[in-house]
């Protein structure tokens, strides 16, 4: 059974950094593109960023780009997401979610992936 398990969440003020992780188990992690999703109350799951299977490859959407960094660390089945210069508009829960098939590139739809985590909150004040 795979499992994919955010952390890292909180709440920060505008300005400041914080950093998610998503442990993941039960499938074999070093082969999976993975990604970062994001949803604020009352709106859709939105990408934010994905990284191939081997991080040599990684995209951002335009609202994090020069502010977020996706990385992953294959030995510890691990993917993270480094959030800088955080905003207010950035609030949301956010997901980790497993490509749906080995090897590829990054994914950008939902329906690309098979396995999502249960979120993490990210709350930035004003």
């Known amino acids: 059974q795979v499992q994919l398990v955010e952390s890292g969440g909180g709440l920060v003020q505008a300005g400041d950094s914080l950093r998610l992780s998503c442990a993941a188990s039960?499938?074999?992690?070093?082969?999976?593109?993975m990604g970062w999703f994001r949803q604020a109350p009352g709106k859709e799951r939105n990408f934010v960023a994905g990284i191939n299977w081997n991080g040599r490859s990684t995209d951002y959407a335009d609202s994090v780009k020069g502010r977020f960094t996706i990385s992953r660390d294959n030995a510890k089945n691990t993917v993270y997401l480094q959030m800088n210069s955080l905003k207010p508009e950035d609030t949301a829960v956010y997901y980790c979610a497993a490509k749906n098939r080995a090897f590829g590139p990054i994914a950008y739809r939902e329906y690309e992936y098979a396995d999502w985590g249960q979120g993490t909150q990210v709350t930035v004040s004003p």
């Open positions: 039960g499938l074999t992690f070093s082969t999976n593109a």
